[in-house]
Structure formats: C-alpha cells, structure tokens
C-alpha cells in the first residue's frame, strides 16, 4: 500500500510538472489524514480537473504509458457524469480516474468545478517526494463534501464507512466551514445524508 501511494504520488507531480492544474480527491487526498497515511484503503487515483484540461491530462498520462481500462458501467468511456474509464499505469500499481466535478450529481450541480479550484489550499502530501514543495489540496469542507456525497451514493454499506471514518478524521484535525458545507448540501439535497453521517459519528464517538 505505501508503494501504491508513492507512485500515484509520483504520477500526481509528472501531470501538474506537465502543467495541468489538478487536484487529488477521495482515497489518495484522505490519507492526509491518517499516520501514516498507507493506513487508509486506497483504490484508483481520483484526479480532479477542469473539463478543458481533461484531454490533456489524457495525453499526459497515455505518454507515460497508461492505457485505458473499459469499464462495464458505461460503453461510452463514461462511468457517471462526471467521470470516465480509468487509464491504468504500464505496471498495473496505478489507475487513474479523472473526475470534471467533486463527485456525481446531485453535488456536480451544486458546486461547480471552478470553486473547488479557486478555494483550494497549500500543502505537502505526507507521501510527496522531499523537495518537491507544497502543492494545492482539497480545502477541508470540500474533503467533507465529497465523504457525505460518496457515503450517500453508497447508500451507507458497509464498504461506505470508510469515507465517514475519513470525515471523523478530518473534523479531528481540520477546521471545517461548516456554514459552507451546509449550503452547498442544501442546494445538492444532501441533507439526509449529513444528518446520517454525522449521527453515526456521534454513535461511534468520533
């Protein structure tokens, strides 16, 4: 698991070297939150980028070798609104899924790509290379937003309660806008899917 997140690390800094402003989510910007951040289950490499950067993170990424994985969630290389067939690394450590929204609607409607960018923060990845600098990250109630938006679209199953273990995390040891985060769960209908989460973590203690 730490090689995994050492070379989505890897991958993360040769796009943005390449120029294209990108943003980690879910698995990989999560494990901020955890020591050491192997601890958290990882999965595809989620990459946020603006919708007219997405071909060319597509050609970055094929010149590294990367080749596209069909998904059988949709025939025409998208698998939801806002993301597509994951391209997978030359040595199979790495698959990449590029998202041109936070998560899947209802939040895609909700919260625009271009404010997930703008409110971003400066930070080092606790797995970034040494001397590679800070780079931008999630701000935490987008963190927040996305584990509410994922947990929802899980249906809270159990494989789901990673994502409210992660937003336990984050309110420990982040500060959160919550006045922020409740407006954006207003206008995406979220709403019962804050109330669940955070009573669940009231019931866990966390």
């Given at each position: 698991?730490?090689?995994?997140?050492?070379?989505?690390?890897?991958?993360?800094?040769?796009?943005?070297?390449?120029?294209?402003?990108?943003l980690?989510?879910?698995?990989?910007?999560?494990?901020?939150?955890?020591?050491?951040?192997?601890?958290?289950?990882?999965?595809?490499?989620?990459?946020l980028?603006?919708?007219?950067?997405?071909a060319?993170?597509?050609?970055a990424?094929e010149?590294?070798?990367f080749?596209?994985?069909?998904?059988?969630?949709?025939?025409?290389?998208?698998?939801?609104?806002?993301?597509?067939?994951?391209?997978v690394?030359?040595?199979?450590?790495?698959?990449?899924?590029?998202?041109?929204?936070l998560d899947?609607?209802?939040?895609?409607?909700?919260?625009?790509?271009?404010?997930?960018?703008?409110?971003?923060?400066?930070g080092?990845?606790?797995e970034?290379?040494?001397?590679?600098?800070a780079?931008?990250?999630?701000?935490?109630?987008?963190?927040?937003?996305?584990?509410?938006?994922?947990?929802?679209?899980?249906?809270f199953?159990p494989?789901?309660?990673?994502?409210?273990?992660?937003?336990?995390?984050?309110?420990?040891?982040e500060?959160?806008d919550?006045?922020?985060?409740?407006?954006?769960?207003?206008?995406?209908?979220?709403?019962?899917?804050?109330?669940t989460?955070?009573?669940?973590?009231?019931l866990?203690?966390?």
């Amino acid at each position: 698991r730490r090689l995994q997140l050492v070379r989505q690390s890897e991958t993360l800094a040769t796009l943005r070297a390449a120029g294209i402003e990108v943003l980690a989510i879910k698995g990989f910007e999560a494990a901020r939150l955890y020591d050491p951040p192997s601890l958290r289950i990882l999965g595809d490499l989620d990459l946020l980028v603006r919708p007219g950067d997405a071909a060319a993170a597509v050609d970055a990424l094929e010149r590294l070798g990367f080749t596209v994985e069909p998904s059988p969630q949709g025939a025409l290389g998208v698998t939801s609104d806002v993301s597509f067939h994951p391209l997978v690394s030359p040595d199979g450590l790495v698959s990449v899924d590029l998202h041109t929204a936070l998560d899947a609607f209802p939040l895609s409607a909700a919260l625009s790509v271009a404010e997930v960018f703008a409110e971003a923060r400066v930070g080092a990845h606790p797995e970034a290379e040494a001397g590679t600098g800070a780079e931008p990250h999630l701000a935490p109630h987008h963190v927040a937003l996305a584990a509410l938006s994922n947990a929802a679209k899980e249906r809270f199953a159990p494989y789901a309660w990673r994502h409210l273990v992660d937003l336990g995390r984050l309110t420990l040891r982040e500060r959160i806008d919550w006045p922020s985060v409740d407006r954006t769960v207003a206008a995406a209908g979220l709403a019962p899917a804050r109330a669940t989460a955070l009573g669940a973590l009231r019931l866990l203690s966390l």
